[in-house]
C-alpha cells in the first residue's frame, strides 16, 4: 500500500523517516519517478519500489548518485564531480555534468525557504520566486537526471518552469488596461464575442 506522498514545501526532510537530509547518512536521492528520500530509509526498503507511487526502482540503489542540489541547501559539502557509474560514455557524463551544475543553480533560488525551514513557510524570508515557480522548481530539483524516465520528467519541469517565468514577466510588466485588453483579445481570439454582463457566446 502506498504511503501518503509529502507536501512539496517539506522538500528539505526524508518524507519517510522525516529527518532534513545530511550530506553522512541521510544522503537525498532522488528516484525516476521524481520522488526523494534519504539513503538510510531507501535501503530499509521492503520491495524495489517507490514508496509513494509503487514506480520500480530498476537501478541498483548503490549506484543511484546523491541529489547534490538538495544536499547544498542543506549545507552538506557538494563534490565537484561526483562519478556516476550508469553514465559510461565521456560525451554522455559532460551533458550530465552540466545538467546538474544547471539544477544545482537554479537550487540556490529556494535558499530564502531553506534558511527559514525551523520557522515555517509561513514566516519565511521572502523568495524571489512566486509560490507556483517555487513549486515547479522543487519539481525540477527532485528529478533523477541519469535515468531515462527522470531524464523526461526533467525536461517537462524545466519546460513548465520556463513558461510560467514567461508568464509571470509579461504579468510585471503590463499596466492594468493593457493586462485587460490583452485578456479580451485573447478570449475574442478563441471565438468568444462580450454581449454584456454574465453573457459569453461562442
Same mark, same amino acid.
Given at each position: 500500500?502506498?504511503?501518503?506522498?509529502?507536501?512539496?514545501?517539506?522538500?528539505?526532510?526524508?518524507?519517510?523517516?522525516?529527518?532534513?537530509?545530511? /550530506?553522512?547518512?541521510?544522503?537525498?536521492? !532522488?528516484?525516476?519517478?521524481?520522488?526523494?528520500?534519504?539513503?538510510?530509509?531507501?535501503?530499509?526498503?521492503?520491495?524495489?519500489?517507490?514508496?509513494?507511487? *509503487?514506480?520500480?526502482?530498476?537501478?541498483?540503489?548503490? *549506484?543511484?548518485?546523491?541529489?547534490?542540489?538538495?544536499? *547544498?541547501?542543506?549545507?552538506?559539502?557538494?563534490?565537484? @564531480?561526483?562519478?556516476?557509474?550508469?553514465?559510461?560514455?565521456?560525451?554522455?557524463?559532460?551533458?550530465?555534468?552540466?545538467?546538474?551544475?544547471?539544477?544545482? /543553480?537554479?537550487?540556490?533560488?529556494?535558499?530564502?525557504?531553506?534558511?527559514?525551514?525551523?520557522?515555517?513557510?509561513?514566516?519565511?524570508? @521572502?523568495?524571489?520566486?512566486?509560490?507556483?515557480?517555487?513549486?515547479?522548481?522543487?519539481?525540477?530539483?527532485?528529478?533523477?537526471?541519469?535515468? /531515462?524516465?527522470?531524464?523526461?520528467?526533467?525536461?517537462?519541469?524545466?519546460?513548465?518552469?520556463?513558461?510560467?517565468?514567461?508568464?509571470?514577466?509579461?504579468?510585471?510588466? *503590463?499596466?492594468? @488596461?493593457?493586462? !485587460?485588453?490583452?485578456?479580451?483579445?485573447?478570449?475574442?481570439?478563441?471565438?468568444?464575442?462580450?454581449?454584456?454582463?454574465?453573457?459569453?457566446?461562442?
Amino acid at each position: 500500500m502506498p504511503v501518503q506522498a509529502p507536501q512539496w514545501t517539506e522538500f528539505l526532510l526524508c518524507p519517510i523517516c522525516t529527518q532534513t537530509f545530511e /550530506e553522512t547518512v541521510r544522503r537525498p536521492i !532522488s528516484l525516476g519517478c521524481g520522488h526523494t528520500v534519504c539513503k538510510m530509509c531507501l535501503n530499509k526498503l521492503h520491495r524495489k519500489a517507490c514508496p509513494f507511487d *509503487q514506480t520500480a526502482i530498476n537501478t541498483d540503489i548503490e *549506484q543511484l548518485p546523491v541529489n547534490s542540489a538538495l544536499l *547544498q541547501l542543506v549545507g552538506g559539502q557538494v563534490p565537484k @564531480q561526483q562519478p556516476v557509474a550508469l553514465i559510461t560514455c565521456p560525451e554522455d557524463t559532460k551533458h550530465y555534468d552540466e545538467a546538474r551544475q544547471c539544477v544545482e /543553480e537554479l537550487a540556490l533560488y529556494l535558499k530564502p525557504l531553506s534558511s527559514a525551514r525551523g520557522v515555517g513557510l509561513s514566516n519565511a524570508a @521572502q523568495s524571489m520566486l512566486s509560490r507556483p515557480m517555487q513549486r515547479k522548481l522543487v519539481t525540477l530539483v527532485h528529478c533523477q537526471l541519469v535515468e /531515462e524516465e527522470g531524464r523526461v520528467r526533467a525536461m517537462r519541469a524545466a519546460r513548465s518552469l520556463g513558461e510560467r517565468t514567461v508568464t509571470e514577466l509579461i504579468l510585471q510588466h *503590463q499596466n492594468p @488596461q493593457q493586462l !485587460s485588453s490583452n485578456l479580451w483579445a485573447a478570449v475574442r481570439a478563441r471565438g468568444c464575442q462580450f454581449l454584456g454582463p454574465g453573457k459569453m457566446t461562442l
